[in-house]
């Protein structure tokens, strides 16, 4: 009996303990704050104003609010091909560099890496350097060869493509070190049985790699989707959402309302949007790969 | 033995508390270490650190903690140390920050015997950004600010144009034409002129126009008006004529940058500028000249101000420092140091150089109607001017019209002026 019990708390509440200081981080600075902005998007109030309890407007102004959904689509689209191609190059990069066998190999695995230790806002200006219409090098170069300038960040389809090529840029070799440490991961008697039966490089590919590559990839992609729903610096420093609302994500739109048309309730509301939308698509994500892995 | 040890621990205890709370007493008397937040134009904080090293010396147990945050940062970062109950005991800000945080500032009224006279030291308009609704004075006025141009004088003079004469009496229509012969003159130089990326700047086109933001009384938002429809399609041929860089709206490019860059002839900027070119343009020669005139000429009054907050931890040692920083003397060493115009009457600066350069800032602050400076401090006004700044991009992009653009601001403003 006394053993039995003692079982038990080596089983549950000694776990318990140990994730205890991560929970209570977690429970302080991502549960509590978050209730608490599900309880402001409910209130309308400035941060000299205050507060006052108005039910779902917030809820139903965002509804019929045009920014907001402008800005919305923009994350989606943002999110869409800035996921789906750091995915695609920061495996390619990984395929390419993680054997150890090349020579130069971790060189290039640390060039690539150093983008990603960059702050979102150093990368930002220096791209601005590059980018910019009137000073930036890439279009002085093209000038002086006799060629015209191209509108990087003053075109609205442009200036979209401008970001996620930077953000891809910057945030690619941190997803690189992931897929490595997955590919790495996986045992080389199977690539060595597949070339025995005399499989091809592109069957070896989707019939060993990817399958067993497939619970990394669904943390990058879970990884990388939230990063792009929460972009913020990179964007602000290099259009600041411009041109117009072209390149406007939502984050971009809650800061504005909150810290600069001083409206904290109508941003919580926005923010809890942004959650719930985040919250959707990582379920989207687990879902569909739970049910690829109950096929298999 | 055991009582006698207790006895004295418990002693030991007593005389270690009174010490304590006596050392406590005499440094909350004597030591005093001023927070202080301020942002950056140009070199303002070295020679706000500078003007005031006398009072610093003669003062040595006030201490400076200066914390310098960028610009775009410096509106949220002060917010939310108000909010949180840990203002600083004092912050540089601007007319647009004063609009923001104007109840939160602790009045001078509290802290001296005469606040008639002390406001009688500064500019009329300075007085009226630094007034609360109550009439109360909440910040030392340390600079008048205002906007106008700076032109490249080698490019008018390369076309055979003598900018100082034309723009004694020109007209925007009589600029455009100007302009052109100065872009064909100079092969290298793009554009005619880059103004800078804000709805203020925007505001003082719209001013000559016969523009405004609000009505006559202030109550309420009234952006769609015939001068500000008038500026906006303004606006947004000279952008389609390339007489404008796209850049610089639709960009975000510093338009500084480009004027330093010979790539512009004309920049319409704030008077900080000044300092700004005379540092750093050595390829050509440049000078402020009055802004071409629409129905009327006007600029837009703005200025600088240091002031401390309703719950400062040393709101007392922080008046008496800012009340001598205010003062004539180190007024005039500030705004002489920083290329400023100074914020009180009887302050004689003589700039190093670019002395006729201010004149004519001022000159346009003389014919600048007093509206708007009630405008600029109207904090619900603050709350739109990101919306009206992204509507103006929309016009210039071709996706609404200047009347829609103004509808949209009015629907978006009402709210805030209920």
Same mark, same amino acid.
């Given at each position: 009996?006394?053993?039995?019990?003692?079982?038990? !708390?080596? @089983?549950?509440?000694?776990?318990?303990? /140990?994730?205890?200081?991560?929970?209570?981080? !977690?429970?302080? /600075?991502?549960?509590?704050?978050?209730?608490?902005?599900?309880?402001?998007?409910?209130?309308?109030?400035?941060?000299?104003?205050?507060?006052? !309890?108005?039910?779902?407007?917030? *809820?139903?102004?965002?509804?019929?609010?045009?920014?907001?959904?402008?800005?919305?689509?923009?994350?989606?689209?943002?999110? !869409?091909? =800035?996921?789906?191609?750091?995915?695609?190059?920061?495996?390619?990069?990984?395929?390419?560099?993680?054997?150890?066998?090349?020579?130069?190999?971790?060189?290039?695995?640390?060039?690539?890496?150093?983008?990603?230790?960059?702050?979102?806002?150093?990368?930002?200006?220096?791209?601005?350097?590059?980018?910019?219409?009137?000073?930036?090098?890439?279009?002085?170069?093209?000038?002086?060869?006799?060629?015209?300038?191209?509108?990087?960040?003053?075109? &609205? &389809?442009?200036?979209?493509?401008?970001?996620?090529?930077?953000?891809?840029?910057?945030?690619?070799?941190?997803?690189?070190?992931?897929?490595?440490?997955?590919?790495?991961?996986?045992? =080389?008697?199977?690539?060595?049985?597949?070339?025995?039966?005399?499989?091809?490089?592109?069957?070896?590919?989707?019939?060993? &790699?990817?399958?067993?590559?497939?619970?990394?990839?669904?943390?990058?992609?879970?990884?990388? =989707?939230?990063?792009?729903?929460?972009?913020?610096?990179?964007?602000?420093?290099?259009?600041?959402?411009?041109?117009?609302?072209?390149?406007?994500?939502?984050?971009?739109?809650?800061? @504005?309302?909150? *810290?600069?048309?001083?409206?904290?309730?109508?941003?919580?509301?926005?923010?809890?949007?942004?959650?719930?939308?985040?919250?959707?698509? =990582?379920?989207? @994500?687990?879902?569909?790969?739970?049910?690829?892995?109950?096929?298999? | 033995?055991?009582? %006698?040890?207790?006895?004295?621990?418990?002693?030991?205890?007593?005389?270690?508390?009174?010490?304590?709370?006596?050392?406590?007493?005499?440094?909350?008397?004597?030591?005093?270490?001023?927070?202080?937040?301020?942002?950056?134009?140009?070199?303002?904080?070295?020679?706000?650190?500078?003007?005031?090293?006398? $009072? %610093?010396?003669?003062?040595?147990?006030?201490?400076?903690?200066?914390?310098?945050?960028?610009?775009?940062?410096?509106?949220?970062?002060?917010?939310?140390?108000?909010?949180?109950?840990?203002?600083?005991?004092?912050?540089?800000?601007?007319?647009?920050?004063?609009?923001?945080?104007?109840?939160?500032?602790?009045?001078?009224?509290?802290?001296?015997?005469?606040?008639?006279?002390?406001?009688?030291?500064?500019?009329?308009?300075?007085?009226?950004?630094?007034?609360?609704?109550?009439?109360?004075?909440?910040? +030392?006025?340390?600079?008048?600010?205002?906007?106008?141009?700076?032109?490249?004088?080698?490019?008018?003079?390369?076309?055979?144009?003598?900018?100082?004469?034309?723009?004694?009496?020109?007209?925007?229509?009589?600029?455009?034409?100007?302009?052109?012969?100065?872009?064909?003159?100079?092969?290298?130089?793009? +554009?005619?002129?880059?103004?800078?990326?804000?709805?203020?700047?925007?505001?003082?086109?719209?001013?000559?126009?016969?523009? #405004?933001?609000?009505?006559?009384?202030?109550?309420?938002?009234?952006?769609?008006?015939?001068?500000?429809?008038?500026?906006?399609?303004?606006?947004? #041929?000279?952008?389609?004529?390339? %007489?404008?860089?796209?850049?610089?709206?639709?960009?975000?490019?510093?338009?500084?940058?480009?004027?330093?860059?010979?790539?512009?002839?004309?920049?319409?900027?704030?008077?900080?500028?000044?300092?700004? $070119?005379?540092?750093?343009?050595?390829?050509?020669?440049?000078?402020?000249?009055?802004?071409?005139?629409?129905?009327?000429?006007?600029?837009?009054?703005?200025?600088?101000?240091?002031?401390?907050?309703?719950?400062?931890?040393?709101?007392?040692?922080?008046?008496?420092?800012?009340?001598?920083?205010?003062?004539?003397?180190?007024?005039?060493? $500030?705004?002489?140091?920083?290329?400023?115009?100074?914020?009180?009457?009887?302050?004689?600066?003589?700039?190093?150089?670019?002395?006729?350069?201010?004149?004519?800032? %001022?000159?346009?602050?003389?014919?600048?109607?007093?509206?708007?400076?009630?405008?600029?401090?109207?904090?619900?006004?603050?709350?739109?001017?990101?919306?009206?700044?992204?509507?103006?991009?929309?016009?210039?992009?071709?996706?609404?019209?200047?009347?829609?653009?103004?509808?949209?601001?009015?629907?978006?403003?009402?709210? +805030?002026?209920?």
């Amino acid at each position: 009996m006394k053993s039995h019990s003692k079982g038990n !708390f080596h @089983q549950t509440a000694a776990p318990l303990l /140990f994730l205890l200081p991560n929970i209570l981080i !977690f429970g302080t /600075f991502i549960i509590i704050p978050a209730i608490q902005g599900l309880r402001m998007s409910f209130t309308e109030w400035g941060v000299f104003t205050p507060v006052r !309890f108005i039910g779902l407007d917030n *809820f139903k102004e965002l509804i019929a609010d045009e920014v907001f959904w402008k800005t919305f689509s923009n994350t989606l689209v943002y999110s !869409f091909f =800035t996921v789906s191609l750091i995915m695609v190059y920061s495996l390619a990069l990984a395929l390419l560099l993680y054997r150890n066998t090349l020579k130069g190999e971790k060189l290039f695995r640390s060039l690539f890496y150093i983008p990603s230790l960059l702050s979102m806002i150093t990368v930002g200006i220096a791209w601005r350097f590059i980018l910019g219409d009137e000073m930036g090098i890439i279009n002085y170069l093209l000038r002086q060869s006799g060629g015209e300038g191209v509108r990087w960040l003053t075109d &609205t &389809t442009l200036s979209m493509v401008s970001i996620i090529g930077v953000s891809i840029w910057a945030q690619a070799g941190y997803y690189m070190v992931v897929l490595i440490a997955g590919l790495q991961a996986i045992p =080389t008697e199977l690539y060595e049985a597949s070339r025995i039966d005399g499989a091809s490089p592109p069957k070896t590919f989707f019939f060993i &790699t990817m399958p067993l590559l497939k619970s990394t990839l669904l943390v990058v992609m879970v990884l990388a =989707t939230i990063a792009s729903f929460k972009a913020y610096e990179l964007i602000s420093v290099m259009t600041k959402g411009g041109p117009g609302y072209a390149t406007k994500l939502i984050v971009q739109q809650v800061y @504005q309302v909150a *810290f600069l048309e001083d409206r904290m309730g109508y941003a919580s509301a926005m923010s809890i949007a942004l959650m719930l939308i985040i919250a959707l698509f =990582t379920l989207l @994500q687990f879902k569909l790969n739970g049910k690829e892995q109950d096929h298999e | 033995m055991k009582k %006698l040890c207790v006895t004295l621990m418990l002693v030991m205890l007593a005389v270690t508390t009174l010490f304590a709370a006596g050392a406590k007493e005499d440094a909350s008397k004597k030591d005093v270490t001023l927070s202080v937040l301020w942002f950056n134009d140009g070199n303002e904080s070295e020679v706000f650190l500078k003007t005031m090293d006398d $009072y %610093l010396k003669a003062n040595p147990n006030i201490t400076l903690d200066l914390q310098i945050v960028a610009y775009n940062e410096y509106d949220q970062k002060l917010k939310l140390m108000i909010s949180g109950g840990n203002p600083p005991d004092l912050a540089r800000i601007t007319t647009n920050t004063l609009s923001v945080v104007v109840d939160s500032l602790e009045p001078i009224d509290n802290h001296v015997q005469d606040i008639e006279a002390v406001k009688k030291q500064y500019l009329p308009s300075m007085v009226a950004f630094a007034s609360n609704k109550d009439g109360k004075f909440v910040a +030392y006025p340390t600079e008048a600010t205002a906007n106008g141009m700076l032109v490249n004088k080698t490019a008018f003079n390369n076309a055979g144009i003598d900018v100082d004469e034309v723009s004694k009496t020109w007209t925007w229509g009589e600029w455009e034409t100007i302009i052109k012969k100065v872009l064909a003159a100079n092969p290298k130089m793009k +554009y005619g002129l880059a103004v800078d990326f804000t709805p203020h700047r925007f505001s003082t086109i719209m001013y000559q126009w016969g523009g #405004h933001f609000l009505n006559a009384d202030q109550s309420s938002i009234n952006f769609n008006n015939p001068g500000t429809i008038e500026t906006l399609k303004w606006f947004k #041929h000279v952008h389609d004529a390339a %007489l404008l860089p796209k850049s610089v709206w639709l960009g975000s490019e510093n338009p500084a940058e480009l004027f330093q860059a010979g790539l512009v002839a004309g920049h319409i900027g704030g008077s900080w500028n000044i300092n700004t $070119y005379n540092k750093n343009v050595k390829d050509f020669e440049w000078k402020a000249v009055r802004m071409p005139k629409g129905l009327i000429n006007s600029s837009v009054p703005g200025g600088k101000f240091v002031a401390s907050f309703k719950g400062s931890k040393n709101q007392a040692e922080a008046f008496k420092f800012m009340a001598a920083f205010a003062d004539k003397t180190h007024n005039e060493i $500030y705004s002489r140091d920083t290329f400023n115009i100074p914020s009180r009457n009887d302050a004689v600066v003589t700039y190093p150089s670019n002395s006729e350069d201010f004149k004519v800032f %001022l000159e346009e602050l003389k014919v600048t109607p007093a509206f708007t400076a009630d405008e600029w401090k109207n904090t619900n006004l603050s709350k739109v001017t990101t919306y009206i700044r992204e509507q103006i991009v929309e016009v210039l992009l071709g996706n609404i019209t200047a009347e829609q653009a103004a509808a949209n601001v009015d629907t978006k403003g009402a709210p +805030y002026f209920k």
